[in-house]
């Protein structure tokens, strides 16, 4: 095997790599915007049938908490307190969640690097 052969041959890896981390990263990215919208919309639904806000203030109220800015809306009755609270809970798992998701290949990817600098000193 001459030298060249080992350089084309890494080469072709890191390119692979490269590829293989952004179909890694669009997934992750996709399954987290999945994951936050499918909460946003269980606050949106929580918010209008449950604290009686209109669709507009609903998605507003639900935003909000997601994205951890707090309520905006007066919450009247008990039942749309316990909501909101519960929604607050959940809306802290989902961030903490997602921000793991959309990091894991950059991590992955850091980790991978240690690794094929390893790989070409033993080279």
């Not at 084309?8 to 994951?35: N, Y």
């Not at 519960?86 to 690794?115: D, E, K, N, Q, W």
């Amino acid at each position: 095997m001459t030298s060249d052969h080992v350089l084309q041959k890494t080469v072709k890896t890191k390119a692979q790599h490269r590829r293989r981390f952004r179909r890694r990263f669009a997934r992750a990215l996709g399954f987290s915007s999945l994951l936050i919208g499918a909460a946003l919309f269980l606050g949106v639904l929580g918010y209008h049938f449950v604290a009686r806000f209109g669709w507009i203030d609903s998605v507003l109220n639900a935003s909000m908490i997601l994205t951890g800015m707090g309520p905006v809306g007066q919450l009247e009755t008990n039942a749309a307190k316990l909501f909101a609270s519960a929604y607050a809970l959940l809306s802290g798992l989902v961030f903490v969640t997602a921000m793991g998701i959309v990091l894991s290949p950059m991590i992955h990817r850091v980790l991978l690097c240690f690794h094929l600098e390893e790989k070409e000193e033993l080279l």
